[in-house]
């Protein structure tokens, strides 16, 4: 598990090192001859300084593909973590959904950072942890200067100043928002569906390191639910969501054991306002099954809002 990581992480820097190639605006010089490099259309990078985390953070807006023709229209987003990993992958995904009329077109809004030579691994710790955990493959971490234990600051930055700007400088449809994330990204996911609710309309939760801090997330909803129904259980539980969660087939047994406890425990609580699938990605692992995550919890969340059936004539 530990190396598994750890080799999780050095995944993050790779695939950050090649963003940082695909989003280069200089020509890159090959044998002497220029090179035209690669841009993605549709896309650009805006920059923000938070006076909540007090953290620089670089937003990788993804714009579909009747954007600049429709000028009338408003648009869902989906806003994403880890954004330095995912964001080309999930943006790229739009285009094929929108063809087949799975989902309506959104506007994807991936979160990441400003600076360079950034370690991922480490930056992402603050954000994407709801306590402190140190034991395990994150044994140490605190003492050597990691940050740990920033969710809730993450996600008022969130609703207080990303959302605000998104929905101040594009055409963002308020009234539906969503959250997508993986592994430590996918439990901030159900992090913020639980912490605030009817915030993102639709949540989905690829992987979600249920085994964080021994079980926290477990803790923690138990402890909302019973707040909310009151001692004498006459009161309701509300979580107003569409909820995919899923998990690699091949994953690690205890980590999968975890996500599989969790799932049965959200299928018991009867949570008004809610919608929930969750699927065991079969042949997958903890890396390679994001994207068809990604791919089915867009269909799953997007479910009400689906334009029709089959391509686009």
């Known amino acids: 598990m530990v190396s598994a990581m750890k080799l999780f992480t050095n995944t993050l820097r790779r695939t950050a090192a090649l963003l940082a190639i695909m989003f280069s605006a200089s020509s890159l010089l090959a044998g002497g001859e ?14 923000l300084k938070s006076a909540i985390t007090g953290r620089n953070y670089q937003l990788y807006i993804g714009y579909p593909d009747s954007y600049r023709d429709h000028p009338e229209r408003r648009y869902p ?11 080309v992958k999930t943006y790229s995904l739009g ?13 994807v809004v991936g979160i990441g950072y400003v600076g360079d030579n950034i370690d991922y691994g480490r930056e992402r710790m ?13 044994a140490g971490m605190a003492e050597n ?11 008022d930055a969130i609703r207080d100043e990303i959302i605000p700007y998104v929905e101040g400088n594009t055409r963002a449809d308020p009234s539906f928002r969503v959250m997508a994330g993986s592994s430590m990204g996918g439990l901030f996911s159900l992090f913020c569906m639980y912490e605030e609710p009817g915030l993102f309309q639709g949540i989905i939760s690829s992987s979600p390191a249920i085994n964080w801090d021994h079980r926290w997330i ?19 539980y509300s979580v107003p969501s569409r909820l995919f969660m899923c998990v690699g087939g091949n994953e690690w047994k205890e980590f999968t054991g975890d996500i599989r406890a969790f799932d049965e425990i959200i299928k018991s609580r009867g949570y008004a306002d809610f919608a929930y699938e969750f699927r065991i990605l079969e042949g997958e692992h903890h890396g390679g099954g994001v ?20 391509p686009a004539e």
Do not use: C
């Not at 285009?95 to 989902?103: I, Q």
């Open 34 to 47: 220029a090179k035209q490099p690669l841009v993605l259309h549709g896309t650009e990078l805006h920059s």
């Open 77 to 87: 987003v989906v806003y994403m973590t880890d954004a330095y990993w995912g964001f």
């Open 95 to 107: 285009s094929s959904l929108w063809y087949d009329r799975a989902t309506p077109e959104y506007i």
């Open 126 to 138: 603050f954000e994407l942890s709801p306590s402190v955990q140190n034991y395990g493959w994150t």
């Open 145 to 155: 200067g990691t940050p740990m234990g920033g969710s809730r600051l993450f996600l």
């Open 218 to 236: 477990f803790r923690r909803e138990s402890e909302l639910r019973n707040r909310a129904i009151g001692n004498d259980e006459k009161g309701t």
């Open 291 to 310: 994207a068809e995550a990604f791919n089915r919890g867009l269909r799953f969340v997007f479910e009400p809002q689906r334009p029709g059936d089959g």
